[in-house]
């Protein structure tokens, strides 16, 4: 790989000087972050990369912490790693679909490095992306290759002029959880609610899958105290091998009950469209009803309205429909 130098900065303010100032989408190019490294330093090893710098956060003291408030919001450090979310008790008792995803993600080993940050900012998997010798849209190519090609893992949903699939775990349990990402940048911190802080290639942002700019660093995650009592989330990722493999689909609910019926619904989809595929149409469909089977069907078909599947990923539709069904039955029988 290509010589880089290695910076370790002691504090998220002597980072952001190293970062290079203003917009310029080619910084990016010279200047990476990294947390846990473990998507980074494969793209440095198949040479999709060549950054000239990299500044690294683990030194960084309190980006690591998860906080639960008297009143139940969750703050979480970008530097908190999976398996910390797994293995937090409290958090899983408060937010079950969380401590699923994270236990999902990858192996245990990956899990004990890999970064909450990480695993939200990593990279498309696509092969024609992660192939050094091929020029796709995502690296400044003209098109996506995937489109017409082999296509069997790419989006069915929100996809053009790049068929992306985000291939994060975590992120689309955390936008059910109305979470929302804080930021420190050169020119003051922000707060960005987490379903918007990925990007679609159709919103202009073909070679970045989210709102970070190169002088932007994500430092927290933070969730909601929840509002009223009945609640109840799981998370559910169906996988081509057993295990250390990313979502084929996956799905993040959370709803709450009253009286047997659901008072309020929260659907995001995975591993079928470029960002997590919140579902608001399918939410409003499930309030007021009972769970039983003409609703999980229902909402299957609405939460999959307007799918376009390629050539090889049409089975992604039934896929997800079903993982809809069985997140259901669950939180039913809850």
């Given at each position: 790989?290509?010589?880089?130098?290695?910076?370790?900065?002691?504090?998220?303010?002597?980072?952001?000087?190293?970062?290079?100032?203003?917009?310029?989408?080619?910084?990016?190019?010279?200047?990476?972050?990294?947390?846990?490294?473990?998507?980074?330093?494969?793209?440095?090893?198949?040479?999709?990369?060549?950054?000239?710098?990299?500044?690294?956060?683990?030194?960084?003291?309190?980006?690591?912490?998860?906080?639960?408030?008297?009143?139940?919001?969750?703050?979480?450090?970008?530097?908190?790693?999976?398996?910390?979310?797994?293995?937090?008790?409290?958090?899983?008792?408060?937010?079950?679909?969380?401590?699923?995803?994270?236990?999902?993600?990858?192996?245990?080993?990956?899990?004990?490095?890999?970064?909450?940050?990480?695993?939200?900012?990593?990279?498309?998997?696509?092969?024609?992306?992660?192939?050094?010798?091929?020029?796709?849209?995502?690296?400044?190519?003209?098109?996506?290759?995937?489109?017409?090609?082999?296509?069997?893992?790419?989006?069915?949903?929100?996809?053009?002029?790049?068929?992306?699939?985000?291939?994060?775990?975590?992120?689309?349990?955390?936008?059910?959880?109305?979470?929302?990402?804080?930021?420190?940048?050169?020119?003051?911190?922000?707060?960005?609610?987490?379903?918007?802080?990925?990007?679609?290639?159709?919103?202009?942002?073909?070679?970045?899958?989210?709102?970070?700019?190169?002088?932007?660093?994500?430092?927290?995650?933070?969730?909601?105290?929840?509002?009223?009592?009945?609640?109840?989330?799981?998370?559910?990722?169906?996988?081509?091998?057993?295990?250390?493999?990313?979502?084929?689909?996956?799905?993040?609910?959370?709803?709450?009950?009253?009286?047997?019926?659901?008072?309020?619904?929260?659907?995001?989809?995975?591993?079928?469209?470029?960002?997590?595929?919140?579902?608001?149409?399918?939410?409003?469909?499930?309030?007021?009803?009972?769970?039983?089977?003409?609703?999980?069907?229902?909402?299957?078909?609405?939460?999959?309205?307007?799918?376009?599947?390629?050539?090889?990923?049409?089975?992604?539709?039934?896929?997800?429909?079903?993982?809809?069904?069985?997140?259901l039955q669950k939180l039913a029988a809850a």
């Amino acid at each position: 790989m290509k010589a880089f130098d290695h910076l370790r900065p002691a504090s998220v303010e002597q980072a952001l000087e190293l970062l290079p100032a203003g917009r310029d989408p080619a910084a990016r190019e010279r200047t990476r972050l990294v947390a846990g490294g473990q998507d980074l330093y494969g793209e440095l090893k198949d040479r999709i990369i060549a950054p000239d710098e990299l500044v690294d956060l683990k030194g960084i003291p309190g980006l690591d912490v998860i906080e639960i408030s008297a009143t139940r919001e969750v703050s979480i450090g970008a530097l908190a790693t999976v398996g910390a979310l797994e293995r937090h008790l409290r958090l899983g008792s408060l937010h079950p679909l969380l401590k699923e995803a994270a236990a999902s993600v990858a192996s245990p080993q990956i899990r004990n490095v890999g970064t909450l940050g990480g695993n939200l900012c990593q990279r498309p998997r696509c092969w024609y992306y992660r192939h050094s010798a091929i020029d796709c849209i995502k690296k400044g190519g003209a098109v996506c290759l995937a489109y017409g090609g082999l296509n069997k893992y790419n989006a069915i949903l929100g996809g053009g002029p790049s068929y992306i699939v985000h291939p994060s775990d975590l992120a689309p349990a955390l936008v059910a959880l109305g979470a929302e990402a804080q930021i420190a940048g050169q020119r003051g911190a922000r707060s960005v609610p987490l379903e918007r802080f990925f990007t679609l290639p159709s919103e202009g942002a073909i070679l970045r899958e989210n709102v970070l700019g190169p002088d932007e660093i994500l430092t927290r995650v933070r969730i909601p105290p929840p509002q009223g009592d009945g609640w109840r989330s799981t998370y559910l990722k169906f996988r081509e091998r057993g295990s250390y493999d990313f979502a084929l689909a996956s799905v993040a609910l959370a709803l709450r009950i009253e009286g047997g019926r659901i008072a309020e619904a929260h659907l995001v989809l995975g591993g079928v469209a470029p960002i997590p595929w919140r579902c608001e149409a399918a939410e409003k469909l499930l309030v007021g009803r009972a769970i039983d089977a003409a609703t999980c069907a229902a909402a299957g078909e609405k939460a999959l309205e307007g799918a376009q599947p390629m050539e090889y990923n049409g089975y992604k539709v039934p896929l997800a429909k079903g993982l809809i069904t069985k997140a259901l039955q669950k939180l039913a029988a809850a």
